[in-house]
């Protein structure tokens, strides 16, 4: 199997390690349990037992059972299963400084690089140091969509800028490396045949 194939293929129970998080597929007691594997025991080369501490389904912390320490629990290999909490699974990225964005403007679209955000009002803007509030602006320098992402330059000489609403802008995939999966300073937008056009 080449390193790339390896790279892409999901991982399963099977290549579980110490350190990953799991969950019972089913359990003699009802509730199922959630761990972060503690060990794996050598018992059965075919199916080991995994020595689990008990975590909180959502937040991953380690579970205490009173003043005795941490609640820990065995199981078969078989009878688990990879675990990765909802709110993680569907959690969405939110806008940060250095984001390259798509801005849609009726049928077409324009594409920029955040540099800062700005209060509609006018007043301080909270999402610098507590993470984009969802009603800010984006202020974005505007980049060219061809390989490179150069900056656009406006009649004044200066680069050009343009502010958008969150709610008509897409976080862009950014392609840092060649054909040859190597890092290149030409990067270049993951973009859709609707984009290319535009």
């Known amino acids: ?5 390896k790279k892409n293929k999901k991982k399963t129970i099977r ?16 509730k199922k349990r959630c761990g972060e594997v ?6 059965n080369p075919g199916d080991p037992t995994l020595e689990c ?3 909180h389904p959502d937040e991953l912390t380690p579970l205490e059972k009173g003043s005795d320490g941490l609640k820990t629990f ?4 078989s009878r688990l299963k990879l675990y990765t909490p909802r709110k993680m699974l569907f959690k969405k990225k939110t806008f940060e400084k250095g984001d390259v964005v798509r801005h849609k403007r009726g049928g077409s679209f324009r594409y920029g690089r955040i540099v800062c955000f700005v209060h509609p009002d006018g007043l ?8 984009y509030n969802g009603k800010d602006l984006l202020e974005c320098v505007e980049i060219d969509k061809k390989p490179g992402l150069l900056q656009k330059i406006g009649a004044d000489g200066e680069p050009s800028r343009f502010q958008a609403q969150g709610k008509d802008c897409k976080i862009m995939k950014v392609i840092t490396t060649d054909s040859k999966g190597e890092e290149t300073t030409m990067h270049k937008l993951d973009l859709s045949d609707e984009e290319e056009e535009s």
């Not at 199997?1 to 194939?5: D, E, G, I, R």
């Open 74 to 77: 065995k199981s078969k290999r």
């Open 1 to 5: 199997m080449s390193p790339s194939t």
């Open 38 to 43: 503690l060990m794996i025991l050598m018992d």
């Open 15 to 30: 290549d579980v390690e110490i350190g990953d998080h799991v969950r019972e597929t089913s359990s003699s007691k009802g």
């Open 53 to 55: 501490v008990e975590i």
């Open 124 to 131: 301080y803007s909270t999402s610098h140091e507590e993470g």
